[in-house]
């Protein structure tokens, strides 16, 4: 966590004192305009509430405010719920698939978000409090 912390955003989603979800986000050092969705977790007792959609898109909202255009991830192809929420909630677009990237049978889809898009309906984001 303290590379995020210290060249990336770490947001953290509470109840009340207890850390419920994390979003892990870095910037692109070769790209000023691009940035990464490093992680993103939810605590299995509150998963399929929409908490994770809503921590994904107010970690989306300060990359806008930062002045990010683009915004990359990667997902197992075999993650469904991940993907929905990707592409079906959030409207990243994949862009690109790769066998055994992290070894053997570990193969990745690459999704990637133009962040002006996202920033011209960010306005049906509520904040998480």
Same mark, same amino acid.
């Given at each position: 966590?303290?590379?995020?912390? $210290?060249?990336?955003?770490? +947001?953290?989603?509470? %109840?009340?004192?207890?850390?419920?979800? &994390?979003?892990?986000?870095?910037?692109?050092?070769? %790209?000023?305009? !691009?940035?990464?969705?490093?992680?993103? =977790?939810?605590?299995?007792?509150?998963?399929?509430?929409?908490?994770? &959609? !809503?921590?994904? @898109?107010?970690?989306?909202? @300060?990359?806008?405010?930062?002045?990010?255009? &683009?915004? &990359?991830?990667?997902?197992?192809? =075999?993650?469904?719920?991940?993907?929905?929420?990707?592409?079906? @909630?959030?409207? +990243? $677009?994949?862009?690109?698939?790769?066998? %055994?990237?992290?070894?053997?049978? *570990?193969?990745?889809?690459?999704?990637?978000?133009?962040?002006?898009?996202?920033?011209?309906?960010? !306005?049906?984001?509520? !904040?998480? *409090?």
């Amino acid at each position: 966590m303290v590379p995020i912390i $210290k060249h990336g955003r770490l +947001f953290v989603l509470f %109840d009340q004192e207890k850390p419920i979800g &994390t979003l892990e986000l870095m910037a692109d050092w070769d %790209d000023s305009e !691009k940035a990464y969705i490093y992680g993103l =977790a939810i605590d299995p007792e509150y998963q399929n509430r929409d908490l994770g &959609t !809503k921590l994904f @898109k107010y970690g989306l909202c @300060k990359l806008v405010e930062e002045g990010f255009s &683009t915004t &990359t991830l990667t997902v197992d192809p =075999a993650n469904r719920a991940a993907i929905h929420l990707y592409k079906d @909630k959030l409207n +990243f $677009k994949i862009v690109d698939q790769q066998e %055994d990237i992290y070894g053997p049978e *570990a193969d990745r889809l690459f999704m990637e978000m133009d962040l002006a898009e996202f920033a011209e309906n960010k !306005k049906d984001v509520r !904040k998480i *409090a």
